[in-house]
């Protein structure tokens, strides 16, 4: 089973309840915002951040149904938990980790600050706290503690909580943050498989309403937050030239084969070696008068 978060951007109304909720799990400050004239319009701040690791970005589409002809599309953005991350591959400490569930986390206490996962991740997710003297990495690990630590209480008000009412509590407590907050249903938390069949029928049954792509069932070997939108990704900002496989799989068999070929290039230049120095040895006693 590999857990998901289904984005449905037609849904949203960027009231930026997900991002409030993230800072408050998460215990995060807030940031000091500006308007800065972008045509991003009121979306703060700008970008993720060590301070923000869940943001709803703001984007004005041309509409000639809208009033003005313009149109505000909402999406939250935050990190995408690859199936094959490539934060994770290049982490030389594994800081970072791609769970069986789905979610990857990240354990500061392993974290040397190499910041080689900034580089490595193509959705430029993870940020580094700058305002630190030895700055950790910080990104978006689908509040995995809550949902593998949520429990139900045996009791409510005294009573015995029926098994029914267990199995509610769970299902609302058992899931990230931003979804539990989220007023108009444009987040969804379940198993990737259900979602990506749940998305399928949402653009199946009404067409011209989507369009026909989810985002993230394919991009670089599939992530574990899948979009559904209106409006063409790369005019909500998302990079449409990633490709279906993931980076991780461009270095697999290069990887592969450096340790024989370091072992291989070793021998060779051993014997290389061995027979240099033989020849110098019958060089060197064949040479006239040199005692035997």
């Known amino acids: 089973m590999s857990l998901a978060v289904m984005i449905d951007t037609t849904k949203c109304i960027g009231c930026r309840s997900c991002q409030v909720a993230c800072k408050q799990w998460n215990g995060?400050?807030?940031?000091?915002?500006?308007?800065?004239?972008?045509?991003?319009?009121?979306?703060?701040?700008?970008?993720l951040s060590a301070k923000t690791l869940t943001l709803v970005s703001f984007r004005e589409i041309a509409d000639q149904a809208a009033p003005s002809g313009l149109?505000?599309?909402?999406?939250?953005?935050?990190?995408?938990?690859?199936?094959?991350?490539?934060?994770?591959?290049?982490?030389?400490?594994?800081?970072?980790?791609?769970t069986k569930e789905g979610p990857v986390t990240y354990d500061s206490a392993?974290?040397?600050?190499?910041?080689?996962?900034?580089?490595?991740?193509?959705?430029?997710v993870p940020t580094a706290d700058w305002d630190s003297l030895a700055p950790k990495i910080h990104k978006c690990t689908m509040c995995f503690n809550r949902v593998e630590q949520a429990e139900t209480p045996k009791t409510l008000n005294d009573q015995p909580l029926l098994p029914e009412a267990q199995e509610r509590f769970l299902a609302g407590a058992a899931k990230p943050a931003c979804v539990?907050?989220?007023?108009?249903?444009?987040?969804?938390?379940?198993?990737?498989?259900?979602?990506?069949?749940?998305?399928?029928?949402?653009?199946?049954?009404?067409?011209?309403?989507?369009?026909?792509?989810?985002?993230?069932?394919?991009?670089?070997?599939?992530?574990?937050?899948?979009?559904?939108?209106?409006?063409?990704?790369e005019k909500l900002g998302f990079r449409t030239d990633l490709g279906e496989r993931s980076y991780p799989g461009y270095s697999k068999i290069p990887l592969e084969i450096v340790s024989p070929a370091v072992m291989g290039m070793g021998g060779l230049l051993a014997a290389v070696y061995l027979i240099k120095r033989?020849?110098?040895?019958?060089?060197?006693?064949?040479e006239p008068g040199k005692k035997e």
């Open 278 to 286: 033989r020849k110098a040895l019958v060089a060197g006693s064949a």
């Open 180 to 233: 539990k907050a989220c007023t108009t249903g444009a987040l969804r938390f379940g198993e990737r498989d259900q979602l990506l069949a749940e998305a399928r029928q949402r653009i199946g049954s009404a067409p011209g309403k989507y369009v026909p792509h989810i985002y993230g069932e394919k991009e670089v070997g599939g992530t574990s937050v899948l979009y559904l939108s209106s409006v063409p990704f």
């Open 71 to 98: 149109k505000m599309v909402f999406a939250k953005r935050q990190c995408m938990h690859c199936q094959d991350p490539a934060c994770a591959s290049a982490c030389p400490v594994t800081a970072l980790h791609k």
């Open 110 to 124: 392993k974290c040397m600050g190499c910041r080689y996962c900034i580089w490595a991740c193509p959705f430029g």
């Open 28 to 47: 995060l400050p807030a940031e000091v915002t500006e308007l800065e004239g972008r045509s991003t319009g009121f979306q703060n701040p700008p970008a």
